[in-house]
């Protein structure tokens, strides 16, 4: 292990410590740096196309063996680690982790039938090489080989102890969540010195000891929806995650120890969300409705990721459309449209994302990992694709002439693995 | 506190999961369209070109998909039209080469793009290279283009289909327009499938069009006036995982009002004559449809609806229902009149249907006088046994019944309840006078004959209403809690009140004169009714709770029905030998009769669903309703053997299972089974009724000691369709069979006069057995299409009854069978081919064994120049046999030729020749246990009748206004 690397773990685990002792002195509120960000002007209809050979240097198809046992339906989370692909599938509710070449590995079986028992989140622990899953109930606690370590029964919090909805761990035992608006007032038995923020501090126990981003009485109200992988999103980095305010287009980046407002995307008026959306108590309890029918106003950024000179992220209406996935390149200013970029030889004429299917709607790019960003495509798609390519005499790699020759259009998605230009 | 809002996030991840799940369905509906590519309007000869290309925004360098592509022929005929593949990708095949095309690409938010071709002869084919679309918002006003309206094109996630692009004469009707549209199929029954998937409801502007039947909408609207027809999915439908698909018509700016209607009348034989009127204006808000009708033809309608639906634009052809009814029995003159008004409050009339709450108001008056004159001759032959009795008789019946019918309905629903109030009033008086001889005989020659005179007059008056609050449970996402509660509370209430006057005459004859009777008998009986039904629903039980979900979802169930009837009979015999009446102390009554009827219960439910994004959703729901019924009636009389005062309570539960199996793209699957029970409570009539000694051959008698029958039913039912574009097939089958303990059943008591006395007794178990299954394919093939449909009924009954005193097995089993086959050719031509076959065989063991068998074959061919001639012709072939009775042939052969005239081709000249063969009898078959009967009533025939018609219609009234604007 480098110098580096246990500096990086130690780190954070000094800075909890050193946030714990303030902690029992009082409310330890991290400041909000805004600075200095970055304002991007996002125009979605004037969004560029291209050919996949344009936009990625690297395409990857990565078949997800099918068996009886590892038969599952769409990738809804993605968690990348060293050796496994760690997929949460909503449809059967199942953890399954597979190795890099796509070999099933081993299975954490959901309970799909009972709400109760459900896997609602699955968070994964990469210093302790644990998978936690999330459930109404308890909170299940689960090895690489999806063997069990612990079930934990959901009861009463704590004090200090907070709920934890969004989260990702920094360290061995240091996590960041990021909390929704809620009504807590501190007449509430509810309340904690750490109820009114948006980004809280807290050890792999749920013990809070800092916070920031703190929000209003009004912003309490807020009836905050996301989609997608939201609103704390992990792009490779250990320490470093971006989270996503509500209804704001702001984005801030997110360490152990400091919060900084990064971007601010400003659209067109015609695809924004009034400026006083947010603030307005007009709109308490409407919100929802309001975008419902203004259909073209884009009021969440999801899906929020930077690799090297490119930020991605997802520019959510309540109606899907072509330009929502967006590819901004921070040198040259560009933005390509995801969902325009043609298939060609370097993807061996297959498609990089599947139109008229949930699975991109619901889920679109679901990880990130510094490098790589990750999508799937379901066998029926692939297969529709390769019907299409009948007459253009496409050589597919060895992976995926083995995968064409074997599977079926009912085998499991397949893994699509993209490394995106640095110049674009 | 921190535990329940946990609880919260998952509800609301849940429920965001639910909308995903929706979003999943629409996409499937924008595949289905996708497969709709290339649909073939014309065949030529010529037709051997390919056309190839790319669709492309070149600016923002990328490819288009699902943009329109249409190709046209000089003059604007569309040849054929797809949309651009994932890739922006199209091809058309089978487009004539060697003349000049267009080519017209569109998509929604880009400007079109015109292109003049020529297929290469040498080549037949031609490669398009990219055509390039530029975005709206980007291009010059200077070098905008016009073009025509894509025939097809995606809006968000709704298919549109535009009227502009689809030429069709000027003439043509919504339904039309709606057969010429690939993917759609309109059923000879009126169901519209698209892509094999059924249309649950037609909108016209967001709303029903004067009624729930889409026939009003279809064969009236002008396709002229329609801008777009739109296809998308309910996404407020309850069932989110397969919404209701639904369809609606948007019409033409300036054609969002108007009227249409008919005027005609016709004369010809034997004074037959028939009369129609409607005229119906609409609106934006209010539909207004005022109609009339008047005939001895047999055409008859029960609502103002069907009244409106027989006037329609385009309701000739041999799927026309507005026929004479042949089988109707005697002469029949029909007058009717009726109106009908509904009204929209809705403020945001611009909101898409599936978006938009109900605000309105419905209200219908109907009126209608049918007069009747009926002479039936039957004979039938009781078997006892050895003994054998034979009856004839004969009817001469006058009557004529006047109604009338009002009804209104209000819909309001806000954000998460409902309430609607509906009332309907209904007058009726009917006039009858009636003539009936009877003559019986038995084995030994005992004879014996009655005369029978009667003449009725009734009124009745029906005040019926129902109010209904529907709440539902929601999640407040603001207090992070969940608000209101999953509530019906249904009220229900009828009052009803009715007169009878009846004077009757009877006389009996018999080989034993001292058994002569004869009766001169008046009644007076007035009968006072209501009846309240109170039904409160809470769903979802559990969920109340706050805790983790239960196993089951429980609800509570109840149901509390109180009726009370009071009935005072006046009855008085004329005196022997004098005018005068006396009171009639056995009949003369006042009795009053409450029933009180509770049926509550938990009712448990669970739900499972397994499914894999892009290969299958396998969803199923168990229910189970513990019903417990408890039930009593009381009835107080001036005779004391009608008093009861009973209570009865019996379990009666309900068990259903459904499955769903939906694998996309291939086939969907349902599955139900369901158990019920129910238990018939014997009324009044069948315990202690008061016996009428002036029905000489027929004594109802009551039985003290009957009890209520207790009824079970397993029914197994299963749908398929295959959600295929082109060639439909859709399968509904149900099996049922039944097993009734105690059942109630006849005994009947036959003297040597050929008399009888029944009454009712609780016999054996009944156990039956019902199939029934529905098969229908559909084939298109450009204009061409062929249904075809085979359906197969068949039922077994086992149960015993007592004759004289005798128990007998009674096995009773039936099969009817009907093969339909029908063409179309556009809307010009229409043949329609069905074979149909029942049979029944009643057994009654060790004295009866009856068959009877009746094919039926139908033929028809309608054809109808757009403007201009139209025939139709109806051949229908009957034969029909029985072991114990002669067999019997008939063909009744109706023709109709016409001519629509005027530039709208509102004028219509039609002569129509019904029964041309003269062959029309109407003779009947009854099997009921013991005894068959063959009879034949005085029917329609023979007639020849000239019609002129006019069908005033005009679709944008305010089109001069707007004009001036």
Known sequence: MSTTSITRKLLPLLFAILFSSIACLGQNVVKVDTAHYLSLRIDPSNAMGGNISDVFSEVNYIPLETTPESLFGTVSRLSITDKYYIILDDNTNSVLLFDKTGKFHAKIKGKSSSIADRVISMVVNRWTKRIICSGYSSESTYDFDCNLIETNKRGPLQKNQINLTSYQFFSADSLINADTFNDVDKSSKDYTPYSRFMIQYATANKNAYAAGLKYSDSESKIDAQGSGIWPLTSFGSDTSFFYSKAYTNSIYTITPHTIKLSYKIFLPLLNSVPTDFLSNSDYTGKRLSYLMKNQSEIYAINNFYKVNNNLLFEATSAAPNDEDNLVYNLHSGNLIAYKHIQPDMRSFNLPIYEKNSANFENNGLVACDGKYIYTSISSLGMFRAKDLNKTAQIKYNEPLTLYFQKSTRKDNPVLVQLKLKDEL | MIYIIFYFAILICIDCKLNCFVKKSILLLVFIAFSTCAVAQKKDTSAVGTVVGLVRDSLHNYNLASATISIYKTGEELVKYQLSNNYGRFEFKEIPVGIRLEIVVSKLGYGPLKKNLVIPRTSNSINLDTLNLTKLNILLNEVKISAPPPPMQMHGDTLEFNAAAFKLDTNAVAGDFLRKLPGVTVWTDGLITVNGKKINKLLVEGKEFFSTDSKIALQNIAKNAIQKVQVYQNKSDSDPINPATEMNIVLKKDKKDGYFGKIGGGYGSDKHFAADGMISYFSPRTQLSVVGASNNVNKTAGDVATLISYNSFKGEGILNDYHSDFTRQGLNIFKAFGLSLQHDFNKDLAARPEDKRSNLLKA????????????????????????????????????????????????????????????????????????????????????????????????????????????????????????????????????????????????????????????????????????????????????????????????????????????????????????????NNYLTNNSKYQVKNEI??????????????????????????????????????????????????????????????????????????????????????????????????????????????????????????????????????????????????????????????????????????????????????????????????????????????????????????????????????????????????????????????????????????????????????????????????????????????????????????????????????????????????????QYFLLTLAYYPRKFGLSKSNSKKL
């Open chain 2, 600 to 941: 509550g219960g938990l009712n448990f439910s669970k739900t499972g669903r397994n499914f894999l994004d892009s290969r299958y959703d396998k969803n199923w729901a168990f229910n189970f309703f513990a019903g417990n019924q408890f039930y009593s009636q009381n009835n107080v009389s001036q005779k004391s053997f009608q008093y009861i005062d009973r209570h009865y309570y019996y379990f009666v539960p309900n068990i259903s299972f459904r499955y769903n199996d939906n694998e996309y793209g291939d086939f969907t699957k349902n599955y139900t089974v369901v158990y019920n029970t129910n238990v018939v409570y014997p009324n009044m009539l069948q315990i202690a009724p008061l016996v009428d000694d002036a029905n000489f051959y027929f004594i109802d008698a009551g039985n003290i000691n009957l009890k209520p029958s207790y009824n079970h039913e397993l029914s197994f039912l299963y749908n398929y369709d295959n959600s295929k574009a082109k060639n439909p097939v859709l399968n509904n089958l149900k099996a049922t069979i039944s097993f009734v303990d105690r059942n109630i059943t006849d005994s009947t008591f036959y003297d040597n006069l050929g008399r009888s006395v029944h009454y009712f007794i609780n016999g054996a178990p009944l156990k039956a057995a019902t199939f029934y299954d529905y098969f229908s394919k559909a084939i298109k093939l450009d204009q061409n299409q062929i249904q075809t449909s085979v359906s197969l009924s068949t039922r077994y009954a086992q149960y015993n009854s007592n004759i004289n005193q005798v128990n007998y097995s009674t096995f009773n089993s039936s099969l009817s069978t009907t093969l339909q086959v029908s063409y179309s050719y556009k809307s010009l031509l229409t043949i329609s081919i069905a074979e149909s076959y029942y049979g029944n065989r009643s057994i009654q063991k060790g004295i009866s064994d009856y068959t009877y068998y009746n094919w039926r074959t139908t033929g028809g061919v309608a054809f109808a120049l757009p403007k201009g001639l139209f025939f139709n012709s109806r051949v229908d072939f009957n034969n029909s046999r029985s072991a114990q009775l002669s067999n019997i042939y008939y063909t009744i052969w109706n023709a109709d030729i016409g001519w629509r005239f005027l530039k709208g081709a509102n004028g219509e000249i039609k002569f129509s020749a019904l029964d041309l063969l003269h062959q029309n009898k109407n003779i009947f078959y009854t099997i009921n246990g013991n005894i068959i009967t063959n009879g034949s009533t005085n029917v329609l025939q």
């Open chain 2, 364 to 583: 219908d008056y109907f009126l209608s006088d049918l007069s009747n004159h009926i002479l039936e001759k039957s004979q039938s032959i009781i078997t006892l046994g050895q003994e054998k009795i034979s009856r004839n008789n004969s009817i001469d019946e006058t009557s004529s019944n006047l109604g009338s019918h009002y009804s209104g309905k209000y819909l309001k629903e806000f954000e998460h309840s409902a309430f609607t109030a509906e009332f309907l009033i209904d007058h009726h008086s009917n006039n009858n006078q009636s003539v009936q001889q009877m003559k019986s005989m038995t084995n030994e020659s005992d004879e014996s004959s009655s005369n029978s005179k009667k003449n009725v007059s009734y009124t009745a008056d029906d005040l019926h209403g129902d109010l209904k609050f529907s709440t539902s449970r929601y999640y407040d996402i603001i207090k992070k809690d969940f608000r209101s509660v999953n509530l019906t509370i249904y009220y229900q209430f009828d009052l009803f009140k009715s007169t009878q006057n009846q004077l009757n005459l009877e006389s009996f004859n018999a080989s034993d004169t001292s058994l002569n009777k004869y009766i001169n008998r008046k009644y007076l009986n007035n009968v006072n009714a209501s009846t309240h039904v109170l039904k409160t629903d809470f769903f979802s039980l559990t969920s109340l709770l706050r805790k983790p979900p239960a196993l089951f979802s429980i609800d509570f169930k109840n149901t509390f029905t109180y009726s009370n009837r009071r009935e005072i009979a006046d009855v008085a015999d004329q005196a022997l030998l004098s005018t005068y009446y006396v009171p």
